[in-house]
C-alpha cells in the first residue's frame, strides 16, 4: 500500500502541506485525480481536478496536472495556502471598522497590522479570528474553515477596504467577479523616485522568488508565474518620492509592491522589496534623517486600498465604497509636500 501522512509543515512560503504519499512499488500506472479520488475520504475527483489546476498538487517536488500518471516511488503532495483544520482558529472579540453591512455582504476598513487569515506563526488576532468572533450566530462561520467568506486579502501592513461574503452565495458571485475581473479597486502608494510618466501599465508573470519563498519575483521572460498587470497613474510628485493611484487587472501576492519594486520605484518603507533603505536624494544629514523619522511615522509599505466596487450578489446593484488614507500615509505626504515646498522656496 502507498504511505499516507498529513501534518501542519510550511513548505512553501504559506503554502501547508495537507497530505503527502509515497506511491508503492507495485502500483500500476494510473492518473492523479484517480489515485487520489481513491485515498482520500469525502473529497471528489472533480475538487481534486480544480486542486490540480490551481497548482496545489506537488509530485517530486514539481506541479503536475490532473492527467499525471503516478509512477512506483513518486512523492505526492497536496498543499493549501492554509493550515491542516489540526490547528483550531478561535473566535477572537477583536474590533472591526465596518463600513457598510446587510445580509449578504461586509465591507471593513483593515487596519495596517492585521493579518487577514491564519498562517504558520499567525493563529490568533488575524482578521479570520474577528470574523469567526462577529459571526458567530452565522452557520457559514461554524463550519471549520480557515478563510470563511473572504474572497480577497490584503497583506500584513496594506490598510484598505475588504470586502466580507455573509453567505455561500455571495462568496460564489463575488468570487465570479473577481475571476472575470469586474471588482474595482484602486489604490493609494507612495513609491520611491520622481516617476517620469504621468501613467503607464506594468506587466510580468509573479511567482514565488527562487532565492526566498516568501517573497514574490517578477519573471520578464514568462518562464515561470502567473500574468500580473497593474495600470497607474501619478497624483502628485514630491521630486524625491511620488504618489501613485494604481488599478488592479489581476490580483497576485503582493504585486502592486513587485511590480514597483520591478521597475525600480519600491513603495516607501516597503521592508521585503527594499523600499526601507534610502534610495533617492541627498547624502545630507538633514535630508537623511528626515526620511529616517517619516520611516518612523509610517513603519509599513505606504500602500493603502483606498476603493472598492462590485455588484451586490443579491441585488446586482452597483456598490463603491472610499477610504481615506489613514493617519500614518497622510501625515507622511504631508511632510514630503512641506518639504519639497521649503527646499524650492527657501524664502517663503
Sequence with gaps: MSEYTRDDHNIEGDLYEHYRFEVDPGQSLVRIDKFLANHLENTSRTRIQAAAEAGCIIVNNKTVKSNYKIKPGDIISIVL?????????????IPLNIV??????????????MVVHPAFGNYSGTLVNALLYYFRD??????????PGLVH?????TSGLLVIAKTESAINKLAIQFFNKTIIRRYNALVWGNMKEHEGTITGNLGRNPRD??????FADGSEGKMAITHYKVIEKFDY???VECRLETGRTHQIRVHFQYIHHPLFNDPEYGGNIILRGTTFTKYRQFVLNCFKILPRQALH???LGFKHPVTGTDMLFESELPDDMSTVIDKWRKYVSTRNHPGE
Design 305 to 307: 486600498a483606498k476603493i
Design 81 to 93: 495556502p492554509h493550515p491542516p483544520k489540526e490547528i483550531e482558529i478561535l473566535p477572537e472579540n
Design 153 to 157: 486579502r490584503l497583506d500584513k501592513d
Design 241 to 243: 518620492v511620488t504618489l
Design 138 to 147: 452565522n452557520p457559514l462561520f461554524q463550519t471549520g474553515e480557515h478563510r
Design 213 to 218: 519563498r516568501k517573497k514574490m519575483f517578477v
Design 100 to 113: 457598510y453591512e446587510d445580509d449578504q455582504v461586509m465591507v471593513i476598513d483593515k487596519k495596517a497590522g
